[in-house]
């Protein structure tokens, strides 16, 4: 029968009764196809519903048990498959503790709630604050442009350039803003190139090569923002949930580890990691990449030069950047003393120097004060711009990492309340045959692996509190796994969802799957070894390391009799 559309009758209900009649006998394929694709659509649609109540049904045999123990980990089961596939938003996920500890006799909702909003988290929001203001008067551009018309015109060295930028900014700003302002910086500089070199075909480069090099180029940055951001204990997320948990895990903790300690740490490694993605990249993308080009030189000093004279909001927003960094630095510098000793311990911490200069930022006119406003009654009662408004804060400030970081807070400290640190830390003290070097790159290689499918805050607060407890039962210094856990977190180089910054770079066209995937692999394994070698060789001259410290001791342990 022919199926012509001149042979198809008039009437729609005609049409559909023809094609229900041939279904079976002339389109037996096609209808067994479009049957699989709708059995396939149905299942991604209830995907999430099958997820999030198959979830505790198939979890509830450690409820049968009765056990604390086992009731937390039947919470932190259900947390950790909720936040891997992302079948609620994680800041959503990340408030269950509130229903799921006091349902389960964990911990009260009380003391629960307790966690969402504690020092670190007001020293997170702080940050948040100088980075949103630093933003707003546009100096982390002025920053970047300075920094970027220095290095010249090679490639390699523009590569430099954004990956010393990138890192630099997220020490101090979101990784994920960094990289949004700087991956437009860096499309502007590959079209430079790839202009240069159709003008110039002679160079001796090919278009293999400048794809190479704009895939290159743009990559540098949202690795350099991974690993800038381990630079400072606000950087990311997952150091503020290292650093948070560390309070909760050991209350007897003499603050070796604050904001400054942790710059010496982890500057240092973050730079050597630097040179080496440097590198990596450079033998992957650049060797055929074209040669020096002094047309992007030129681009790069007209943008600076485009940039209207040093407001005095940005003078004024640098000054309180200086002001916070003194703030943190001669709090407690450790080689003389600082104000600190002034104020009780716990008193005066991070976080209040944090909130301290935020409010100045809230109190500090973004225009230079005249005296003659004064006689002007509309300017009075208008009053002037301040350098940082909360309309800024509405807009840009993430208030769900904020609950992020409180839900990891909160289960850290029902998988301490309850036992089941320690329980798991038992069950891992058959490692205590292995070398630390052994256990670090372990531990490293299991958060790596999670970290590239799942925030890197939800791996930070799911295994720190389980590094913690497996360094006490083998009793080594907890920050010996802590550290390098905490920073394996960070290293999400593999996947495009691994990580904010790697999901822009991929958005903007230039970067394959599998070349981020293969090039990721091999970071990743240069920075697990640099991180080993680093924590066995210049990390014990910053931190204390070597010896197995007595606030670290188990209860009742004879290593805990011994140290005291």
Request: proline share 6%.
């Amino acid at each position: 029968m022919s199926l012509l559309k001149s042979d198809w009758p008039d009437s729609s209900e005609s049409r559909q009764r023809m094609l229900e009649s041939a279904s079976s006998s002339q389109f037996p394929q096609y209808y067994e196809a479009t049957l699989k694709e709708k059995v396939i659509q149905l299942l991604r649609r209830i995907k999430p519903a099958l997820i999030i109540f198959l979830t505790p049904m198939i979890f509830s045999f450690l409820l049968i048990n009765g056990q604390r123990e086992f009731r937390c980990a039947f919470c932190v089961c259900v947390m950790a498959v909720y936040w891997m596939t992302e079948v609620m938003p994680l800041a959503v996920t990340a408030m269950l503790p509130v229903v799921l500890f006091p349902f389960t006799g964990v911990l009260d909702c009380n003391n629960t709630a307790k966690e969402y909003i504690n020092d670190t988290n007001f020293l997170f929001i702080g940050g948040l604050i100088m980075a949103a203001s630093v933003e707003k008067c546009d100096l982390h551009e002025r920053v970047a442009l300075s920094v970027l018309r220095l290095v010249g015109s090679q490639p390699k060295w523009i590569m430099a350039g954004f990956m010393i930028v990138t890192a630099l900014l997220s020490m101090f700003i979101s990784n994920t803003a960094t990289t949004a302002m700087m991956v437009p910086i860096g499309q502007s500089v590959i079209s430079q190139l790839v202009e240069s070199f159709e003008a110039h075909p002679n160079t001796g480069s090919s278009r293999l090569g400048c794809r190479k090099m704009a895939t290159g180029l743009v990559l540098s940055i949202c690795f350099a923002a991974n690993i800038g951001g381990t630079g400072t204990a606000t950087g990311t997320p997952s150091n503020l949930v290292m650093l948070g948990q560390l309070t909760n895990l050991f209350p007897a903790e003499d603050g070796s580890l604050n904001y400054i300690s942790w710059i010496f740490f982890a500057v240092p490694l973050m730079l050597v990691c630097l040179i080496c993605c440097w590198a990596t990249l450079w033998v992957f993308f650049l060797r055929k990449a074209p040669g020096e080009d002094e047309h992007v030189t030129k681009m790069l000093h007209e943008r600076y030069e485009q940039l209207p004279r040093m407001s005095y909001a940005e003078k004024s927003v640098f000054s309180c950047f200086v002001l916070l960094l003194c703030l943190w630095m001669f709090r407690n510098p450790g080689v003389v003393p600082g104000f600190g000793k002034y104020f009780a311990k716990g008193y005066y911490t991070d976080a209040t120097s944090a909130i301290i200069v935020s409010m100045l930022l809230f109190m500090l006119p973004a225009e230079k004060p005249e005296l003659l406003r004064i006689f002007r009654p509309e300017e009075v009662k208008k009053g002037p711009p301040r350098l940082m408004d909360w309309a800024t804060m509405q807009k840009s400030f993430p208030w769900s990492v904020v609950l992020l970081l409180g839900g990891g807070f909160a289960l850290a400290a029902g998988v301490k309340e309850s036992g089941l640190s320690q329980m798991l830390g038992q069950h891992m003290s058959a490692l205590k045959g292995l070398d630390s070097w052994a256990l670090q790159g372990l531990c490293m290689a299991i958060a790596m692996l999670v970290t590239n499918i799942c925030s890197n805050t939800v791996t930070a607060s799911i295994f720190v509190p389980i590094v913690a407890t497996l360094a006490q039962e083998v009793e080594i210094h907890p920050f010996q796994l802590m550290l390098p856990t905490t920073l394996a977190c960070s290293f999400a180089f593999v996947l495009p969802v691994g990580t904010p910054p790697n999901a822009i770079v991929f958005g903007s066209g230039m970067v394959k799957v599998s070349d981020m995937m293969f090039v990721g692999f091999v970071l990743s394994l240069e920075t697990l070894f640099l991180t080993i070698v680093y924590m066995k060789t210049a990390a014990l001259v910053f931190l204390p390391l070597s010896d197995f410290p007595a606030w670290a001791a188990l209860p009742g342990s004879l290593n805990e009799t011994l140290l005291i």
